[in-house]
């Protein structure tokens, strides 16, 4: 009865991954942006979940599988946008970011059980988070307790965590994975994730950039 939603941007130059140039020229960073997204969403299209939203910051492209419902996403910041994101659901749902293309549907079982759980919460290595659920956004005011939270700071999941929390959610925890935001964390990405795209993209990339895939 979960919903899986992925909140994404269209992989356009110089509106993805900014962080990643340089080293990267921004349609490299876009192309980067592209395979994660291409990557993500392939590993949720593969997750028994009863819907299966994308939550796009743009236009939809070849890299969207079928099945996926695209929503926009609303203005505003990010705890805005996410908020948001939640209060169209009716039902248990959780979302994930386009940033950790090494996602997939194992990573991602666990959440679509909500026995004993109120809250799913995924930290990622940069102190934020890739994946929050809740078995049910209405009632917990899931909007309430996204907005205003800080967000892009090392400080991100710790804050979100302890408002879950403080609302008395029973929280689930998800392995922690590291988001995509500089070329460092795209080399360890790619090298801990060898068979996805994003991995023989990176590969393709760091031929003709010295220094970057070392």
């Known amino acids: 009865m979960t919903a899986l939603l992925v909140i994404a941007k269209q992989p356009l130059p110089g509106r993805v991954k ?45 890299w969207l599988p079928p099945g996926f419902e695209v929503v926009p996403q609303a203005a505003g910041g990010l705890d805005e946008r996410l908020a948001a994101a939640f209060a169209g659901c009716a039902g248990p749902a959780v979302l994930i970011g386009m940033d950790t293309p090494q996602v997939t549907p194992e990573l991602l079982a666990p959440a679509l059980r909500w026995e004993g759980c109120d809250a799913w919460f995924g ?75 994003f991995a023989a993209q990176h590969a393709e990339l760091t031929a003709r950039v010295p220094g970057v895939g070392a």
């Open 123 to 197: 930290p990622a290595a940069d102190g934020g988070f890739w994946a929050l659920g809740f078995a049910d956004p209405e009632a917990v005011a899931a909007p309430a307790l996204l907005l205003g939270a800080p967000m892009s700071r090392p400080d991100t999941g710790a804050v979100v965590y302890a408002r879950l929390r403080a609302a008395g959610l029973r929280v689930g925890a998800l392995p922690s994975l590291r988001d995509v935001d500089t070329a460092e964390d795209a080399r360890q990405v790619a090298a801990a994730a060898p068979g996805t795209r």
């Open 18 to 62: 900014t962080r990643l140039t340089p080293p990267f020229t921004s349609e490299e960073a876009a192309s980067l942006a592209g395979a994660a997204l291409a990557d993500t969403l392939g590993a949720a299209a593969l997750v028994p979940a009863t819907r299966h939203v994308l939550v796009l910051d743009g236009e939809p492209g070849p």
